[in-house]
């Protein structure tokens, strides 16, 4: 079907009738409306891009709206807000559960609101501030039943409570928009549509931005784009605030022989006339291969790129670069999406970094290691590399709240973790892969208790392990989070309607920035073309997030989020991918998504007519209207004083840049100011940075790391924990102050962790058995865990929760979490009894095709074996339900899946294709 | 090399060492040696054991790591293994063979044996060791390149995980040789390049256990 075939839309008005907004005509209308803007189009002139912007207050799982599957079936399932329906059309929906903070100045950005709550829950105060917006002719609409109607009805509701200006203007936008033109290509359709998605044009910049929504407060404004960058997938800024671009043309299937040179670039790129737009591009350097990342250090700049880090230097002020120095080799290559990115600077001065599932395996400081799947940090000479909080799948994402606690993101199912117990520590403790650290011969085991050398008559010949609990170094703050996508095309291969591709995790402290988006962090999604907020909050010893909704969608399926951050002058930059085909793998065949592919190299596939985009690439940034912009233009020939002045700037970018100029020119003029203001009453991040400026220099003297560590602000007292040596220095002022029993419960679980690291002694065995008669350090998880690995590290039975005991599975417990567990989701992807997703195999009669022994290994380690059928994904999209799920939960859905003895009646257990919802 | 023994047994003790130094051991360790030398072989020199029963190459899974596979039976109840050359197993839907190998230096070296450059594989080595009397605190040095597994006399006692070049008594743990047959079950994972392995037994004091025999079957 042509793209202007089914048009049903009155041209003039793009009024649509009701009856025609039935849910089960929506898709069809929805392909009208987008398609039927060709028409359009050509009645317009070149209008201002006018979207309309409503409200939304109330929950977005109430009303009559609420659906139980998607566009093209049950596998396009998102969190329902109607950006699906309606910002195809350019009518944004923003959405706020808390009306406490509604005023003028925020309301004037909107055309309407939609209220979905109750008078009362809105306050009279607000009500009034509502009557006003009212007043003021923007449209009002409420549902004071909580009771959402559908999508068109709502549509409608909106349109005619508008200003007819606000809707003439809208309409003229709409039609100076052009569609988007469908071409010929091969588009896997894992979603199993019954009609699959078609290849969408491309779109200029300009065109692009008018499919895409922010903020009604925002603007979205232009800062780079092809042919002046191309493929750009990571940036960061100077302390000029120039935006260093790393393009990255050789993903991903372009790895090259170790030696030869590649296709990727730094690029500077520099806004010289201060319009907002770049205007001046320099090649700070080429030749790179499958660079993912960059990050200043020592004048110059670390580079992830395959194998290892490239350090970087311009040496001569020409502005390229002339030191080309590879350190930490060892970075895996074989899978080139999952290779070590997100280079950042920590608040320790170490370099942090994330890594996917090709790992790192190399020998650094004469010690062997192997990890992946988490974040790690380094020192910049490659001197060391400790692997600090493992989560699953890969890593793309590496975030620092303003206390400097470590957060990241992974891509499938869990777009935000918390890391609070060090990996490199904490594995050797674990069950079964325990025994790969702590032994001789460089960390990786030995022989066990009973066999050593040093064994005492009476020690255990053999500890058993089953029923060690596995302790996590991270904790999935938001498993299972729904995504609010803008269009209906989002394609998918697995985890439908959650984050499946979340990348980066930067957090929003800024002071360009409105107040209720500070300290919430940025998850970016390409295949979904959104940028999610996970609204991080604490939680008893760590921290606990819920949806924030997004902070940028589009409908304009092309658009590639993959890097969101704050940049120099307070907005949210964003790197805009731009490229339709954004999945990397599994390689999709026939029988799976329609399309056969084949695997290239580096794990990414690739069809005939390879669709993937070599030359485009958008920057963005993502500006608040009413607000300041960041006052710090430089930090370049910045003195002492000022630098450490800009500690406390309201933007992190710039206090870990005056940090970094300060501990890379080891500025120890600055100690004596850096010291004042470690020393001030009034805390806050200029004194944690000051803090760890003075440990990076190596002038943080012991008076002012305890006055840190007794400082009223619960976030120095933490960092100061974090800046003790693990010697008995470092022991003797950490017992100087009562961090162990802190009121706040984070800076708490942080010592606790501290204590993991200095040796055992009798005293510290002492301690750790004391710890355990605290009720709270047992029933808060994050504090218990902790806990429990001081017990195994120094050697105190009894503490935390270290033995787990598993009883008999529970069947119906099972079956509850098949259907229903958010984390794992069997349910969404497996069928029994006819109910339930078509992604993996039909379990009807499991227990009877297969023994338990190969059922367990499916559970814990999916990749063990494919299941039949399943043979050519590659790699299982199931997450390993040992890293998400608890033991006797692991054990339940055993039982579970024990019952299921009666085999389909068919015999098939590969799903066939389903029937569209919508049909 | 002691000289300490029964005419016959120098005999072939001559043998082994004149054919290691030619480097033509690995081609006949399996047949010529370990057919003539099975119920009576020692320990060399310096303690380390030469000579084992071996089944290689192990293909591990795509996905799955070596020291995963390490830690994971290769071939149902590998602690209890007890095989003589010539017995075969079927792993992987692939028919191995057990056979006799005697090490041409200290070291075994599953690659030079199987004439073969090995990756992301597994290996079980297998040797019987006599002893006349229990003999407590007996230290064990053992090597491997990579990941390395011992079970003694059906138990797990070492295991190490990590990826590593071969460094001779890299790992030293002690174990008691009862009275008879003890059976070592040495298993070795490769990621890539090198494949080898290393054991020796020694007193406390690191001297060479002596009054020990070596056998190439239960």
């Known amino acids: ?919 | 090399m002691s000289y300490a023994m029964t005419p016959v047994l120098s005999q072939i003790t001559f043998m082994k060492t004149f054919l290691t130094s030619i480097g033509v051991a690995a081609l006949l360790g399996s047949s010529l040696i370990s057919a003539t030398a099975a119920d009576s072989l020692r320990t060399d020199a310096e303690g380390y054991i030469r000579d084992w029963v071996m089944l290689a190459p192990i293909a591990i899974r795509d996905g799955e790591t070596c020291a995963d596979a390490l830690l994971k039976d290769q071939i149902p109840n590998e602690a209890a293994l007890r095989p003589k050359a010539g017995d075969k197993v079927k792993v992987g839907g692939k028919e191995l063979t057990w056979r006799n190998v005697t090490a041409a230096t200290n070291y075994f070296d599953f690659n030079e044996t199987l004439k073969s450059i090995n990756d992301h594989v597994a290996g079980y080595m297998v040797t019987y060791v006599e002893c006349d009397v229990d003999t407590p605190d007996v230290v064990m040095a053992v090597a491997s390149n990579d990941q390395g597994r011992i079970y003694f006399n059906g138990v797990d006692i070492y295991a190490f995980t990590e990826p590593r070049p071969l460094m001779l008594d890299a790992d030293k743990g002690k174990v008691t040789l009862k009275k008879g047959t003890n059976v070592i079950v040495f298993k070795v994972t490769n990621e890539q390049n090198s494949w080898q392995g290393a054991m020796r037994l020694m007193t406390k004091s690191g001297a060479p256990l002596k009054n020990i025999r070596i056998k190439l079957q239960p």
């Open chain 1, 1 to 919: 079907m042509g793209p202007r075939a089914c048009i049903r839309v009155d041209s003039c008005s793009l009024v649509v009738t009701n009856a025609a907004y039935c849910m089960n005509n929506t898709k069809q209308i929805l392909s009208s409306l987008i398609t039927g803007l060709v028409a359009l189009n050509a009645l317009a002139a070149d209008a201002p891009n006018r979207p309309l912007q409503v409200l939304y207050l109330g929950e977005t799982s109430m009303g009559g709206g609420a659906r139980s599957g998607g566009f093209g079936g049950g596998r396009t399932n998102y969190v329902y807000l109607p950006g699906q329906t309606l910002a195809p059309e350019a009518i944004y929906f923003n959405h706020r559960t808390d009306v406490a903070n509604l005023t003028d100045s925020y309301l004037k950005h909107f055309d309407a609101v939609v209220q979905v709550m109750p008078d009362a829950d809105i306050g009279a105060a607000q009500q009034k501030v509502l009557d006003g917006f009212k007043s003021a002719g923007k449209g009002l609409i409420k549902y004071p039943d909580g009771q959402r109607p559908a999508d068109g009805v709502l549509r409608e509701a909106v349109l005619r409570a508008i200003s007819k200006k606000a809707k003439s203007d809208w309409e003229a936008s709409l039609a100076a928009r052009p569609s988007l033109a469908r071409l010929p290509g091969e588009v896997p359709n894992y979603e199993r549509r019954a009609e699959p998605v078609k290849y969408q044009a491309p779109l200029s910049p300009k065109y692009s931005m008018r499919y895409t929504q922010v903020p009604a407060d925002f603007d979205l404004q232009l800062f780079a784009a092809e042919p002046d960058i191309v493929k750009p997938i990571y940036m960061a800024w100077d302390e000029l605030g120039r935006a260093w671009v790393v393009e990255a043309r050789d993903y991903p299937h372009g790895l090259v022989a170790e030696g030869e040179p590649g296709h990727d670039s730094i690029k500077i790129c520099e806004d010289t006339d201060g319009d907002g737009r770049a205007d001046k591009f320099t090649v700070f350097a080429d030749k790179l291969n499958l660079a993912t990342s960059m990050v200043f250090v020592n004048g110059g700049i670390l580079v992830s790129e395959a194998r290892h880090m490239l350090f970087l230097k311009d040496t001569d002020g020409d502005g390229k670069a002339d030191v080309r120095q590879a350190i930490l080799p060892g970075w895996g290559t074989g899978d080139t999406h999952a290779q070590q990115s997100n280079l950042g600077r920590g608040f320790d001065n170490w370099l942090y970094g994330a890594v996917g599932y090709s790992n790192f395996r190399g020998t650094v400081g004469g010690k062997d290691m192997q990890f992946g799947q988490g974040v790690f940090r380094f020192k910049a000479d490659g001197s060391a590399l400790e692997f600090l909080h493992q989560y699953n799948n890969n890593t793309w994402g590496f975030g620092l709240n303003e206390h400097g606690d470590v957060f990241g993101s992974t891509a499938n199912g869990h777009p935000t973790f918390y890391g609070y117990l060090p990996a490199h520590i904490l594995t050797p403790t674990q069950p079964g892969s325990g025994r790969r650290g702590g032994g001789g011969g460089g960390g990786g085991g030995g022989f066990r208790p009973g066999f050593r050398l040093d064994d005492k008559p009476g020690d255990a010949p053999v500890a058993p392990t089953v029923n060690v609990r596995r302790l996590p170094s991270a904790k999935s703050l938001a498993p299972g989070m729904r995504m609010h996508p803008n269009t209906p095309n989002v394609r998918m291969v697995d985890n439908f309607g959650g984050y499946t591709a979340a990348a980066g995790h930067a957090f929003m402290v800024s002071d360009a920035l409105p107040p209720r988006l500070q300290g919430k962090a940025l998850v970016t999604e390409p295949t979904a073309k959104l940028i999610g907020i996970m609204d991080i909050q604490p939680d008893g010893g760590g921290y606990k997030a819920s949806d924030g909704g997004n902070l940028l969608a589009s409908t304009d399926e092309w658009m590639s989020p993959i890097f969101a951050d704050v940049g120099p002058d307070g907005a949210v930059w964003v790197i805009d991918f731009y490229s339709f085909i954004i999945q990397h793998n599994p390689t999709p065949s026939v029988q799976s998504a329609g399309v056969q592919a084949t695997t290239g190299r580096g794990g990414a596939y690739q069809t005939e007519n390879n669709l993937r985009d070599k030359t485009h690439g958008r920057i963005y940034r993502v500006v608040w209207k009413d607000g300041p912009r960041s006052p710090i233009k430089s930090l370049a020939k910045t003195k002492p004083a000022e630098l450490v002045a800009a500690l406390d700037s309201g933007n992190q970018f710039w206090c870990l840049t005056a940090q970094g100029l300060i501990v890379d020119n080891k500025l120890t003029d600055a100690a004596p100011a850096l010291k004042k203001r470690v020393r001030s009453a009034i805390g806050g991040k200029g004194a944690i940075h000051a803090l760890w400026s003075l440990e990076g220099i190596g002038a943080l003297d012991k008076e002012t790391h305890q006055a840190a560590l007794l400082s009223k602000d619960p976030a120095v007292r933490r960092n100061a924990v974090r800046a003790l040596p693990a010697n008995e220095a470092g022991r003797q002022l950490f017992f100087s102050s009562s961090v162990v029993q802190d009121p706040d419960l984070i800076t708490r679980q942080v010592a606790l962790a501290k204590l993991v690291e200095f040796p055992t002694i009798p005293a510290i065995q002492t301690v750790v058995a004391q710890l355990s008669r605290v009720p709270v350090n047992n029933s808060d998880s994050f504090l218990n865990d902790t806990l429990t690995l001081l017990g195994r590290i120094h050697k105190v039975a009894n503490v935390g929760e270290n033995v787990v005991t598993v009883t008999a599975g529970d069947a119906k417990r099972g079956e509850d979490l098949f259907l229903n567990s958010p984390v794992a989701a069997c349910a969404s992807c497996h069928m029994v009894n006819g109910k339930g997703g078509d992604v993996g195999p039909i379990l009807d009669g499991i227990a009877v095709r297969a023994d338990k022994a190969y059922i367990t290994e499916s559970l814990m380690d999916p990749n063990a074996k494919l299941a039949k059928g399943f043979e050519n994904l590659g790699i299982s999209p199931m997450p390993p339900l040992g890293v998400l799920l608890k033991e006797q939960e692991t054990a339940d859905i055993l039982a579970y899946l024990d019952t299921l003895r009666t085999p389909p009646k068919d015999g098939v257990t590969v799903p066939v294709k389903r029937a569209n919802h919508y049909e």
